[in-house]
Nanobody, 123 residues
């Protein structure tokens, strides 16, 4: 079992920044590919970003490319999502997820999920 706990969400104005954190426990963190997904009200959960086991490779959805940065610290068992230049359409509950199927953009490839953290961008 892997337990994931997100933090860092909140209310921010358009153009602002937030840094989400996801702390993992239970298994060897560096054995898991990590991803961030989000779900806005009335919409399906969507892919945001993923990162490789050692953090050397990262991938992003087109909608966040150039604005968001994913990183991980395996010594601290934590993955981060730095979000800059936030837009109203970034408003969603953000989830981190852990899996072993590579840097997949598909939610079904991730076995473990956090409870989510709310991000609200006001205009």
């Amino acid at each position: 079992q892997v337990q994931l706990v997100e933090s860092g969400g909140g209310l921010v104005q358009v153009g602002g920044s937030l840094r989400l954190s996801c702390a993992a426990s239970g298994r060897t963190f560096s054995d898991y590919y990590m991803g961030w997904f989000r779900q806005a009200p009335g919409k399906e959960r969507e892919y945001v970003s993923t990162i490789s086991l050692n953090g050397g490779r990262s991938y992003y959805a087109d909608s966040v490319k150039g604005r968001f940065t994913i990183s991980r610290d395996n010594a601290k068992n934590t993955v981060y999502l730095q979000m800059n230049s936030l837009k109203p359409e970034d408003t969603a509950v953000y989830y981190c997820a852990a899996g072993v199927s590579g840097t997949s953009p598909y939610s079904y490839d991730y076995r473990y999920w956090g409870q989510g953290t709310q991000v609200t961008v006001s205009s």
